[in-house]
Every structure is written in C-alpha cells, then in structure tokens.
C-alpha cells in the first residue's frame, strides 16, 4: 500500500466530523482527505433496494449486520462509508457503539453518484479488497453491477443477469434488472 502523507491526522477529522454543523453529513477519511459522501435521489434509491433485500436474506439465515449509508469503517487507517454493509456474526459477533466501525465489512455495497472520482473508488476498492472484503460497485449511467471478490478477476453484471452472493451471502440472488428499476 501507498503510503502518503496525510493532509489532516485521524483526530482532526474525527473532531471534523463531530462538529455540530457536520453531524448531518456523511464523511470519508481517504489518503489524509476529508471526502464528503454526497448521493443523488437515483444512487440513494438504488442503494436502498440492495440494502433492503441483502437485509431481507441477512436477517432470514441470522448471518449478521447490515448498515445502511450512515455506517462507517475503518479500513487501513481511512474511513469509508459505504452505501450499504454487511458484516457477519462469525466476524464481530458483538455491534460496536462507535463512529467508524474498527471491524471491515465482509460486503460493501457502493452506489455510483456524480461526485465519486476513479481514484478514490480504485482506492477504496484495493484497500476493501486487501482485508478480505467483496465489493460491489453499481453504476446507475451504465446500469451495471461490478463484483470485486479478493483473489480473483473483476466480475460485471448487466441486466439479464443474476447477482449471486457468493461465500459471503449465500443463497443470496438478486436480479440485476430489479436494482435499476423505476
């Protein structure tokens, strides 16, 4: 891993974050930034129907926790806040009552908006990758699915296809199509 000089340290910007005038706004911790999480109507309702149904199988097999976009986690000393989350019993059987979650999620689920840039999705992707955590990318222009697993190729999905949860989720399925539906 990269290591870069941070522009800000870990406690400034957790007292960033704690500011009354930020207590509503979700922020990431990405190579020493401040990166403000700011999702369209479209990626919000995308990532809404992913969390909903990955809570759905989640809460019916007593697999573990699912957050929503106002969980965080650590990863590698940066902070993220994905769309949604999954992380097993088998990995944190007790929830933590903290900011950022010290335990990385065995799924991430991240929804495309406008403000997200290559090199701060590739950097979140390789640093989720490298602690074991399934990635999965979706793309509201392209209404594509991509499914990042450590050790093997990228995977994506269109419509017509079928999103399997794999190891992490399974029994999991999901139609594509049904995610990006109005």
Do not use: C
Request: glycine letters at 8%; hydrophobic letters at 40%; zero cysteines.
């Amino acid at each position: 891993m990269l290591q870069i000089q941070p522009i800000i340290t870990d406690a400034e910007f957790d007292d960033f974050v704690m500011r009354p005038e930020n207590r509503d706004r979700n922020f990431e911790f990405i190579a020493g930034e401040i990166v403000e999480n700011v999702a369209t109507s479209t990626s919000s309702r995308i990532a809404a129907k992913i969390a909903n149904r990955v809570g759905v199988h989640v809460e019916d097999h007593n697999l573990g926790r699912v957050t929503g976009a106002d969980g965080g986690y650590i990863v590698f000393d940066e902070k993220y806040v994905p769309d949604a989350a999954f992380v097993s019993y088998a990995r944190q059987p007790k929830a933590p009552n903290v900011l950022y979650n010290p335990v990385a999620p065995d799924l991430a689920i991240e929804v495309l908006s406008p403000g997200n840039t290559d090199t701060e999705m590739s950097r979140k992707i390789g640093n989720y990758m490298a602690v074991g955590t399934v990635v999965w990318v979706a793309d509201p222009q392209r209404k594509t699915l991509d499914v990042y697993t450590p050790q093997q190729p990228r995977h994506t999905l269109r419509v017509g296809d079928v999103l399997e949860g794999g190891a992490v989720l399974p029994g999991f399925r999901l139609a594509v199509a049904s995610i990006f539906s109005d």
